[in-house]
């Protein structure tokens, strides 16, 4: 009994650094995994309302980057009013459609916190469950893809971006529709990685890249890069490619959520067909 | 500003803001993680023991992952740090030990001996943090080059910090 309280003050110190150091891991290695949407980050109240204050004072010094893709896109948009058209025929019908049904609704948001040098990197964004954010919704911008929201509160969200080792997007390719999943690999910030393509499939660089639609987050067509490089080993069955992205992650300032009204409808019926098979 | 206890809470708190709300933002590239903050543990008194260390080192830890999204990273790593803070300080000891009312600072101890204390500790608080945030060891040299070049760039800073908010104590 002696030895073991001699035992116990000799190592007490570094019983308690690890003791601490396990709960610090335990806490974050909870944070990675996101479907505990409980946790502690920029979209706490505390927190999120320092982060608000920030932006405010910081958001003016990037205006002029950020009006500029706002009036590329307004331009875009603008030759699709109905104005725009020279009307070729002296009357114009109007249909009510009953063939086409809105799927996708697009919830406008301002990033006001960002990383992109980590190996996870993380937009804290303005919005939340109060204007309608759920998690697991897909984000994207003007120029692209962006990633996919991993947690509310009530008036901020967190999105995971594509720089992130944890997440994969579902790619295809635009010439001919063969698809791939897309994934980084932790170090340049403007080339995520392919892997796993057959040899066979034909294809260029600089061929377009967008997203494939069909996994409820993002809707089909989403630019996402071009083919920059193909990298192929000797030996090996298939080859990799680097895809180098539209969206300059460094400089995003407003982005949309993407929300699919059919979510629901298409993950339940998923999960009766995964359910029948068992 | 006399008891110590007011002083140093106005620097932790002074240097979680500065850590959470500019230094976080400073991302140039993606080799580039400053961080500021270990300067709270390494500028704590000489004789501080290890205990009263850690707890320092919990709370700041937790204090400026609140700012980031992996919630438990930088209080690892600065655990880490206040860990091996006080066998370095006996390991790098003068010959007739340290002067209690001096403290661990560069007009204090000297550019020399603050250069290699400094950049021990903060060699292995970086390469904890990149370890443990990336966890894959076929990307060994990524976190290698990290820890490098943001160790340059935190003992900058931390220098810069330490003429800007510290004077030499009175001998």
Do not use: C
Request: charged fraction near 15%; aromatic fraction near 12%.
């Amino acid at each position: 009994m002696q030895n073991l309280f001699q035992f116990l003050k000799k190592f007490r110190n570094f019983l308690l650094f690890i003791i601490l150091q396990t709960f610090v891991l335990g806490l974050f290695i909870n944070s990675k995994d996101f479907h505990r949407s409980q946790m502690t980050n920029t979209s706490s109240t505390v927190v999120g309302w320092f982060i608000e204050k920030r932006y405010n004072i910081t958001k003016h010094f990037n205006l002029s980057a950020a009006n500029d893709s706002l009036v590329a896109a307004n331009a875009a948009l603008k030759a699709q009013l109905p104005e725009s058209f020279y009307p070729l025929q002296g009357s114009i019908f109007y249909v009510n459609d009953t063939l086409k049904k809105q799927q996708f609704q697009y919830i406008p948001a301002t990033v006001i916190n960002s990383s992109n040098n980590k190996i996870n990197n993380y937009f804290t964004l303005n919005q939340g469950s109060a204007q309608g954010i759920e998690i697991g919704m897909g984000v994207i911008s003007d120029n692209g893809l962006i990633g996919q929201i991993i947690d509310v509160s009530e008036y901020y969200s967190i999105v995971m971006t594509v720089l992130s080792d944890d997440i994969k997007v579902n790619v295809k390719l635009a010439k001919n529709n063969e698809y791939w999943l897309l994934n980084w690999n932790g170090k340049n910030n403007e080339i995520a990685q392919i892997e796993d393509v057959k040899r066979d499939v034909p294809f260029e660089i600089g061929d377009r890249v967008i997203t494939r639609g069909g996994d409820t987050q993002f809707p089909e067509g989403i630019a996402v890069g071009t083919i920059d490089e193909i990298v192929s080993e000797d030996g090996e069955q298939t080859i990799s490619l680097n895809i180098r992205l539209d969206v300059n992650y460094n400089a995003v300032y407003h982005v949309y959520v993407v929300k699919n009204l059919m979510r629901q409808q298409q993950l339940e019926i998923e999960e009766r067909i995964l359910s029948e098979d068992q | 500003m006399n008891s110590p206890w007011i002083k140093y809470s106005a620097y932790f708190v002074l240097i979680v803001l500065i850590q959470g709300l500019v230094i976080q933002n400073i991302q140039i590239n993606e080799y580039l993680n400053p961080m500021i903050y270990p300067v709270m543990i390494l500028l704590l008194p000489f004789e501080l023991n290890v205990l009263a260390t850690l707890l320092v080192a919990l709370v700041l830890g937790l204090s400026v992952d609140a700012f980031g999204n992996g919630f438990g990273l930088n209080a690892s790593a600065t655990l880490v740090l206040a860990y091996l803070r006080p066998p370095l300080l006996k390991l790098i000891k003068p010959r007739d030990g340290y002067d209690t009312t001096l403290l661990p600072t560069i007009h204090d101890m000297g550019k020399l001996w603050f250069l290699s204390y400094a950049t021990l500790l903060l060699f292995i608080h970086h390469l904890w943090f990149f370890t443990v945030e990336i966890f894959r060891f076929d990307l060994f040299f990524l976190i290698l080059s990290k820890t490098i070049s943001s160790v340059v760039f935190s003992l900058l800073l931390i220098i810069l910090f330490q003429y800007i908010f510290y004077k030499p104590s009175k001998k």
